[in-house]
């Protein structure tokens, strides 16, 4: 429905919403770690990195995927 209200296509409408998901979830994983770990920790251990490293992989995991599923 919104595609054609829009005169997008599926896969354009689809490719918007995981975009601004992306947008929207980025700077606040930033902002849960910042507030988790301090934003002014240098000497990060290896358990935090992972954290941060994982929640930003799921979120690219997670579109990457929705990109596949939409093809």
Do not use: C, H
Request: proline share 1%.
């Amino acid at each position: 429905m919104l595609a054609s209200q829009t005169g997008l296509s599926k896969n354009q409408v689809s490719n918007w919403f995981i975009n601004a998901r992306v947008r929207l979830w980025k700077p606040m994983i930033e902002e849960i770690y910042k507030e988790e770990f301090g934003e002014s920790s240098l000497d990060l251990d290896s358990s935090s990195e992972a954290v941060l490293t994982t929640r930003k992989g799921d979120i690219s995991d997670y579109a990457g995927k929705e990109r596949e599923m939409g093809d």
